[in-house]
């Protein structure tokens, strides 16, 4: 699930291809079995190119900030490039056909490396003042020698690596203002120093030029259709671009280059003056054109023009022994002759000149695009080769070979007979099947006259010349039945490859092709001669074909001198020169036609060989048919077989499940006997167990009910004991009261105001006093169960005390007024008193009736009061023995009702406080207005006046005596009543009784 950033194929394992992703790892995949090789990290940025050494063993992967040399084959990290921070790479390379690894930076500075010791071999110099150009892409030569850089810019630098030079800037059309991609055309026939150049610019057009002669060949692309990247096969024939919309194209070199797939010029023009010819027909004037004297010259060298002036007695003989690449083949056989081979680093170039090899690219290419041969097509059965470009290069060069003539198609030995030009001329292709075809026209003159057997006419020169030479040899060989299809065709059909070295192979054909034709057999013949003493000793069949396909110990020098002797000494009558031709080069534009064979013969084995193949295809087909109708059958038998036994293992498998099935059925009817028997013990047993939890639960509930109402009875002792501690209590303080109201009294002139207050201040402490022991008596006995009743009774006991409080306050009040108006009365009429006081006892009487109607009012009140709580406890006990599951969550509502009637009863005091502050001081009022009424009335009353005042006081203070008494009584007949009303109160209304609580989890 990572994008791709670089690819790399054609690694040493063929089906293998290298992924650069996104994620900055590297990973090898199999395009056969479609799996993951190997997984390759290190780089820390993207990877943006990938390159393969030549060997396909080593891999070099670069990014921005780093280059990491791996190993195919253990795909382990052998070498890291580091570079300084400030300076990124752009690409790092290997140059093709060397150890040599590029290394260019963003700085414009490009590095050479050497792979085996990873030594800086050179640094390419800084580019030239006036074209600044930053290095973007790059592109090599096959060979390695050029290397070409560009960037943003339409300039092209031109390096040659072998002199570390700057040797050409390439101004590209104004219409390029970038270069982004570079790329080499290949050639087949070019040696590896390309010459055209296809440079994608940002107009997405790929032109292609020749940076000889800068001429633009041809562009692809078009400003409708850009082209955004672009490959170009390894044989230079196709180019495969990738479009800006997404879509392919693949475009044919051949086509778009008419023109320069023309047949070069020749390399040697003849200018001739035809005025001067008439007169001077020797004299003729040749001048290089195109070409350096030798080829292995470097191509920049200037053009050397030469004009040759020949003798007037020249030869027609010497004009034919002129070769191409101005060679001399008379001089190249002396040469020959003196060091018996020819240099190693010329021999190809000498080669071609002396078969004068046309070079025919477009009929060669025709020959290839016909594919391979059907002929051809298996070869690899037959030739099991070992290197696979071996193997493609002898069957391109055979397929070319039967397209040009139907007889090497059907010739066993043409495969044998190629092969060594095939391993010696792999590289170029076209080259090697114009030797070969060379070879056939020329070296092998007759052998197809007798086919499909040997050349029995060119065996039979061989005899011939052996029988001249050594009839000795030839008799041993006669007697033997040794043939010349025996000692002398298996060299001619291997071309001497079976029976010498590489080294003496070239340095025969060296002497081969520097002669007539027939130089060939005479060497069969000198081998053959030469080895007179092996051959004389061997007797049989086996050993003289052993020897003849097989290396010997023979002087190659000797074979090829004896050759030379052999031609010499040879009789015309027998000589093989008079039955071949001279040699003949292949025509150029096309090859000649080769029909020197029995065409009818050819005709008919191709004929025939195509039948045998349709009746092989048939038989083969037929034969599958065959083996996939046997195989079905077998198939099919098989599955029968397997079904007939499965189906007697499942009869017996269901045979087995039957009896197992009725002893389980028999296990399981005894099985239910027991388990009835079992259940029915367990019946009992639970029967029993339930009669005895049943009892234990009604002892367990007799003995909850009995603790119950212990319980109850307990509470309700203890809740009776409270009360008559309450009544008692109440009546010792309404005794300490009325004690303190009398003593109060006795001081009432003196201090009434400061007495009152202070006898409503302890009256308030004893009451408070009380109502926390009772508090704290009733939260440490049933805090929980009982807080509402105890709320309740509180605000009961605080209204009495109120209410009585209320009362008292009113007796005063009334007594203090009706003792100012007895004592203003008094002052006003002295006669008048005994009525007075009688009045004032009707008034009291009056009074203790009003005061009995409202105790009884408010004890019928408190009993209306008493009943309803009593209904609402009646019902809070239903919901309590109706919802025990509950039972905490009302307790937590019982809890925060407690918390509001503790709030309530605070404002419950405090509003009696207002209430008593309130009536003190309208008592005060009420006082202190009867003594301002009575100052003007008394006014004439002086304290001074000492007789006066002494008999006044005599008179208030018997009155006063009398009130005293007056109010003991009342206060006497107060407590009757209170007592009373307690007595009837607990006869009426017995102590309530509570449930039973408990605490839920």
């Known amino acids: 699930m990572q994008p791709c950033t670089a ?26 079995t479609k799996e993951l090789v190997s997984w390759m990290r290190g780089h820390d940025s993207s990877v943006s190119s990938i390159s393969v050494h030549g060997s396909g063993r080593y891999a070099i992967t670069t990014s921005t900030d780093t280059a990491q040399l791996w190993d195919l084959d253990t795909f382990q990290r052998r070498r890291k490039l580091n570079v300084r921070q400030s300076v990124a790479i752009q690409k790092v390379f290997f140059l093709p056909l060397s150890n040599t690894i590029l290394s260019c930076f963003k700085d414009n500075s490009v590095f050479a490396w050497e792979f085996d010791t990873f030594h800086c071999k050179y640094q390419l110099p800084t580019p030239v003042e006036g074209s600044v150009l930053l290095y973007k892409v790059f592109a090599v030569t096959r060979d390695g020698r050029i290397f070409v850089a560009g960037g943003k810019s339409n300039h092209l630098h031109l390096w040659c690596l072998e002199s570390k030079q700057l040797i050409r800037i390439i101004q590209m059309p104004a219409k390029v203002r970038a270069v982004r991609h570079l790329e080499f055309l290949p050639d087949s026939f070019d040696g590896g120093s390309n010459q055209v150049l296809g440079v994608l610019s940002q107009d997405n057009i790929m032109r292609f030029i020749n940076i000889e002669t800068c001429k633009l060949l041809f562009d692809i692309g078009s400003h409708e259709e850009g082209i955004s990247t672009a490959a170009i096969s390894p044989n230079g024939r196709y180019i495969a671009s990738v479009m800006e919309d997404g879509s392919l194209n693949l475009y044919s070199v051949q086509s778009l280059t008419p023109e320069e797939n023309k047949p070069p010029p020749p390399v040697f023009k003849v200018v001739e003056d035809w005025s001067k010819c008439t007169s001077e027909p020797n004299k003729l004037t040749r001048v290089a054109s195109g070409m350096s004297e030798w080829p292995w010259k470097s191509k920049r060298s200037k053009i050397q023009t030469r004009l040759l002036k020949l003798q007037v007695n020249t030869s027609l003989q010497n004009k034919e022994n002129e070769l191409p690449g101005r060679l001399n083949k008379k001089r190249l056989q002396s040469l020959l002759k003196g060091f018996g081979e020819y240099p190693a680093k010329y021999r190809m170039f000498v080669w071609r000149s002396l078969l004068q090899l046309p070079e025919n690219h477009l009929a060669f290419s025709s020959l290839i695009d016909k594919g391979t041969h059907s002929a051809f097509v298996n070869i690899q059965n037959e030739y099991p080769i070992k290197s696979r470009k071996l193997l493609r290069v002898l069957q391109r060069t055979l397929s070319a070979l039967a397209h040009w003539s139907a007889i090497f198609a059907e010739t066993p030995y043409i495969p044998l007979l190629a092969f060594p030009f095939v391993k010696l001329f792999q590289n170029n292709q076209l080259i090697c099947f114009e030797v070969v075809a060379t070879v056939v026209v020329n070296f092998c003159q007759h052998w197809f006259e007798y086919f499909p057997n040997p050349p029995v006419n060119v ?55 520097s002669n007539h034709p027939s130089y060939f057999l005479m060497v069969v013949v000198a081998y053959i001669v030469c080895s007179r003493g092996p051959l004389l ?28 002797h052999l031609m010499e000494a040879t009789p015309l009558d027998i000589h093989p020169q008079r039955m071949l031709d001279d040699f003949i080069p292949l025509t150029k534009g096309q090859y000649p036609v080769f029909n020197k064979y029995p065409k009818f013969i050819v005709d008919y084995q191709t004929q025939e060989r195509e039948r045998i193949r349709q009746d092989e295809i ?22 029968d077989e397997a079904w007939y036994q499965k189906q007697a293992l499942l009869r017996e498998a269901e045979e087995q499940r039957r009896k197992m099935l009725l002893e389980e ?21 639970e029967l029993q167990f339930l009669d005895a939890s049943r009892r234990r639960f009604l002892k367990y509930q007799q003995d909850q ?32 009261r009325w004690m303190e109201l009398e003593s109060q009294r006795q001081l009432f002139e003196q201090h009434l105001i400061k007495d009152q207050e202070a006898v409503t201040k302890e009256m308030k402490e004893e009451v408070d006093a009380h109502r926390r022991k009772v508090d704290l008596e009733d939260h440490l006995l049933q805090r929980l169960m009982e807080i509402d009743k105890e709320e309740k009774q509180k605000a009961q006991i605080v209204a009495e005390e109120n209410a009585a409080k209320a009362e008292q306050k009113r007796i005063d009040t009334d007594w203090r007024l009706q003792a100012l108006h007895k004592l203003r009365r008094e002052d006003q009429d002295r006669e008048k008193r005994y009525e007075e006081i009688a009045k004032l006892l009707h008034d009291n009487r009056v009074k203790e009736a009003e005061l009995l109607k409202a105790m009884r009012e408010a004890e019928e009140q408190k009993w209306e009061e008493v009943i309803q709580k009593k209904a609402q406890l009646e019902e809070e006990q239903k919901a309590a023995a109706a919802a025990n599951e509950h039972r905490k969550q009302f307790l937590e509502d019982r809890m925060n009702d407690a918390e509001l009637a503790e709030k309530l009863q605070r404002e419950d005091d405090y509003f009696g406080e207002h209430i008593e502050r309130h009536c003190d001081l309208k008592a005060r009022r009420t006082e202190r207005g009867v003594e301002l009424q009575q100052v003007p009335r008394t006014g004439n009353i002086c304290l001074n006046d000492f007789s006066a005042s002494e008999s006044s006081s005599h008179m208030s203070l018997d009155r006063r005596r009398g009130l005293a008494c007056q109010e003991r009584e009342l206060m006497a007949e107060v407590r009757r009543l209170r007592q009373k009303l307690i007595s009837q109160s607990r006869s009426r209304h017995p102590p309530t009784r509570f449930p039973a609580t408990k605490w839920i989890p």
């Open 665 to 685: 059925e028999e296990k399981l009817a005894e099985q239910r006997q027991r388990l009835a028997a079992v259940k029915k013990e367990l019946k009992v047993k």
């Open 705 to 736: 009910h009995q603790m119950e109402l212990q319980r109850l009875d307990d509470e309700i002792a203890r809740k009776a004991s409270m009360r008559d501690q309450e009544t008692a209590a109440t009546i010792q303080d309404i005794e300490v």
């Open 7 to 32: 690819l790399a194929f054609n690694l040493r394992r063929k089906t293998e291809f290298l992924v650069a992703l996104a994620d900055y790892s590297i990973k090898c995949f199999d395009t056969e």
């Open 618 to 639: 048939e038989y083969l087909r037929e034969r599958q048919l065959a083996h996939e109708l046997e195989a079905k059958t077998q198939e099919q038998k098989a599955e």
């Open 537 to 564: 000793h061997c007797n049989q069949m086996a050993d003289f074909e052993y020897f003849f396909h097989h290396r010997n110990n023979l002087d190659i020098n000797a074979v090829i001198k004896e050759a030379y």
């Open 459 to 513: 065996l039979s020169m061989m005899e011939n010349v052996l029988a001249h030479h050594d009839k000795q040899l030839l008799q041993h060989l006669i007697k033997h039945n040794v043939t010349s299809q025996v000692y002398a065709w298996p060299l001619l059909e291997t071309l001497f490859s079976e029976v010498l070295t590489r080294e003496e192979w070239l340095k025969v054909f060296d002497n081969i092709f």
